[in-house]
């Protein structure tokens, strides 16, 4: 995860599309990003096909897929231009403070930013009216990229709660659609061999001696192991002891509480991500209070309270049995990933990759509304679990 402690104002961008830079823009998607930074050699798709009639037609079609890559949303761009499916996206704010030219750049491809922490409602109000216009629109419903492919973290209810909203100011004749998208990637077995020297660099970079005769498991392990030590002396004074999952979540948890005896907990955040993004918002506000802005020791505690909750999201992203379970080559090549954007800043590429692209059945939220299934109190939640249910089966 990409370390972000911003207390910089926030400013929405809209989506300005414009028609003569697509093609411009998806050529340099596919050759230069997906192609030589991402590393995609191959993109199977399946199952978009069914789209054709309801994006045609003007119905409401909001995409969800699991966000596991930072390639995600390059694929998504390269399937709706081989499609000609005009897709709009919401992405995070910070995107569009890394630069100007970047920011007018998405925002001519139709993306328009939101920010994850606060009630952006021009970011919701953007998505609905693009929604009833008959605009088909890609939102990533767990909200952070976690990279850890066959495995989904809890998904955010504002995406069923944005379509359900939309299905209720529907003419008659017309249908909202929340379609599950399942996205995976394989690695070329010649990943293998990039193992090693990766593995040197992240062991040297917290200053240990790299071991390149250990097995490459038992490296990410100990590596892991001991990553998980300095962040525990860091913010604790001291490394923890037991399994490794009880020490995530132990830290998680010590983190997330005591920047919540400062700041105080939202009762309507049940997880840690929930409480991350809570607590952010709280802690940006404070930063950003014109009013009474904070002197200079409580401004240098709110920006070291960011870096806690962001630790305590890291290792919350960190599932212990996740490589355990099913050492596969991909999981490997997931979890070397994962450390070098956490430690490095951002993952490496060094072989290529197969995209899988999957289009599960479209959910028609429309008759699930009329027949009474979703209910405006509690139709939020069960349309979210629906979701969850759907991805998990598309990326197993």
Wanted: charged share 30%; with cysteine.
């Amino acid at each position: 995860m990409r370390r972000l402690r911003n207390d910089l104002p926030y400013t929405f961008r809209p989506p300005s599309l414009k028609g003569w830079f697509r093609p411009l823009a998806l050529w340099f998607n596919r050759s230069f990003l997906l192609e030589r930074k991402y590393r995609i050699s191959e993109i199977q798709e399946q199952g978009f096909d069914r789209l054709d009639g309801k994006i045609v037609s003007g119905d409401s079609v909001l995409l969800a897929p699991n966000h596991a890559d930072h390639a995600d949303p390059h694929l998504m761009m390269e399937i709706g231009g081989r499609h000609g499916y005009p897709f709009h996206f919401m992405a995070a704010r910070e995107i569009f403070e890394s630069g100007a030219g970047q920011a007018w750049a998405l925002q001519s491809m139709g993306v328009f930013s939101v920010d994850r922490d606060g009630p952006d409602l021009a970011a919701i109000k953007t998505a609905i009216g693009l929604l009833s216009d008959g605009v088909p629109l890609v939102i990533y419903p767990e909200g952070e990229i976690y990279h850890h492919h066959e495995r989904l973290d809890p998904l955010h209810e504002g995406v069923a709660s944005i379509l359900m909203k939309v299905a209720g100011r529907l003419a008659e004749g017309r249908s909202a659609w929340l379609v599950p998208v399942g996205m995976r990637f394989h690695h070329d077995p010649s990943v293998e061999g990039t193992f090693g020297a990766r593995l040197d660099r992240l062991e040297d970079r917290i200053g240990w001696t790299p071991k390149p005769g250990m097995p490459v498991r038992e490296r990410i392990l100990r590596l892991g192991a001991g990553v998980m030590a300095l962040k525990e002396t860091e913010f604790l004074g001291e490394a923890g002891r037991g399994g490794l999952q009880e020490r995530l979540t132990s830290l998680c948890e010590r983190l997330l509480e005591d920047v919540e005896g400062r700041m105080g907990r939202d009762p309507k955040a049940s997880n840690p991500p929930e409480r991350v993004r809570a607590l952010r918002y709280r802690l940006r506000r404070r930063l950003l209070d014109d009013k009474e802005p904070p002197g200079a020791d409580e401004r240098g505690q709110l920006l070291d309270d960011l870096d806690r909750v962001f630790t305590a999201l890291q290792a919350h992203s960190y599932i212990g049995d996740y490589l355990l379970a099913e050492p596969t080559l991909d999981r490997h090549a997931e979890t070397i990933m994962k450390l070098e954007e956490d430690l490095f800043g951002f993952p490496s590429y060094p072989v290529p990759r197969r995209a899988s692209v999957v289009a599960g059945e479209p959910i028609d939220v429309t008759a699930m509304i009329a027949s009474g299934e979703l209910t405006k109190r509690e139709g939020a939640s069960c349309l979210t679990a629906q979701l969850e249910e759907r991805l998990t089966e598309l990326i197993r």
